[in-house]
C-alpha cells in the first residue's frame, strides 16, 4: 500500500470528481492521503475533506506563493491545529522563483509557521524554491529540527536533502523524479536513507510519467514508488512499506 504525503484535493480541477478520485486511489492501493491547505480561507474546506473521509487527512498554513493573504498569527494557526485530522503545519517555506522584490514578508511567514508547529506540537510540511540557504537558515534559527517535517517537492541537490535530514527532516518526492531530465533528484532519491524518504503527487500539479500533461491525482503516487524502487533495485512493496511507515511515523506519531 502507498500514502500520498501532499495533495490538493480541495482544488477544482479534482474535487468536482471526488469520488472517483477516491475509487482510483483504492484501485492503486493509495491508502491515504495528507491534504494540504494553502490559505485560510479554504481550511475549511481542507478540513471538511479530511473529517468526511477516514482516510483522508489535512493540514493547516498558508503558501509563500500567496502573497496578498492576510498574515496567520502563531495564536490563529495553533487554535486552527487543534482538530485531530489536522496532522500538519503548511504547507509553508520560501519561493524566490515566482517573487522578486523585498521578500522580508515571506521569510516572516515561515517564522510564524515554525513557531506555530512548536507550539502545537505538529510536524511542518516545508516549501522551498530557489531559496535554500534561507530556508535551512530560518530552520535552523527557529530551532524548526525541536518538531521535523518534510521537505515536500524535493528538487534540490543531495547536500541540501543531508543538512534537512541532520535537523530531523524527510525527504519527499513527487512525480518530478521520473521525469528524464531529473538527474539530481534521482541522486538524491538514491542515496538518502530509505527511512526519510515520503512520496507525494502535489496533485493536481507535477503528474508523472506515463501521465505527464494530465491532471494529477493521488492514485499516480505509486509511479513515484516504482521509480524509487527502480533507482535503489528494491523490491516496490519495500518502498511502500517504508514510505507508508515514514508517513506514520512523522505525522499520526505511530512507531
Not at 538518502?192 to 512520496?199: A, C, N, T
Request: with cysteine; hydrophobic share 40%; charged share 20%.
Amino acid at each position: 500500500m502507498f500514502i500520498d504525503s501532499h495533495c490538493h484535493l480541495n482544488f477544482p480541477d479534482l474535487v468536482k470528481d471526488l469520488d472517483l478520485i477516491l475509487g482510483n486511489m483504492r484501485a492503486n492501493e493509495v491508502s491515504h492521503a495528507l491534504c494540504v491547505s494553502v490559505e485560510l480561507a479554504t481550511f475549511p474546506q481542507v478540513l471538511d475533506l479530511a473529517v468526511n473521509h477516514e482516510n483522508l487527512y489535512a493540514s493547516v498554513g498558508v503558501h509563500p506563493d500567496y502573497e496578498l493573504e492576510t498574515e496567520p498569527t502563531v495564536a490563529e494557526l495553533v487554535r486552527l491545529s487543534q482538530h485531530p485530522k489536522v496532522v500538519a503545519i503548511g504547507e509553508t517555506g520560501l519561493d524566490y522563483y515566482r517573487l522578486t522584490g523585498d521578500l522580508e514578508w515571506q521569510r516572516e511567514r515561515f517564522r510564524t509557521h515554525i513557531r506555530a508547529a512548536k507550539e502545537c506540537g505538529k510536524p511542518l510540511i516545508i516549501h522551498t524554491r530557489s531559496a535554500a540557504a534561507d530556508t535551512l537558515r530560518i530552520m535552523e534559527e527557529e530551532g524548526a529540527g525541536s518538531i521535523g517535517g518534510v521537505m515536500h517537492c524535493f528538487t534540490e541537490n543531495l547536500q541540501v536533502a543531508q543538512a534537512a535530514i541532520d535537523l530531523g527532516f524527510y525527504i519527499s518526492f513527487s512525480g518530478i523524479l521520473t521525469f528524464k531530465n531529473a538527474t539530481s533528484i534521482k541522486e538524491v532519491a538514491t542515496s538518502i536513507p530509505l527511512d526519510r524518504v515520503l512520496i507525494e503527487t502535489d496533485s493536481p500539479y507535477l503528474a508523472p510519467t506515463p501521465h505527464r500533461g494530465k491532471t494529477n491525482q493521488p492514485a499516480f503516487v505509486k509511479h513515484v514508488a516504482e521509480e524509487i524502487a527502480l533507482l535503489r533495485l528494491i523490491p516496490l512493496a519495500e518502498v511502500g512499506e517504508t514510505t507508508s511507515r515514514n508517513f506514520r511515523r512523522l505525522f499520526l506519531k505511530q512507531q
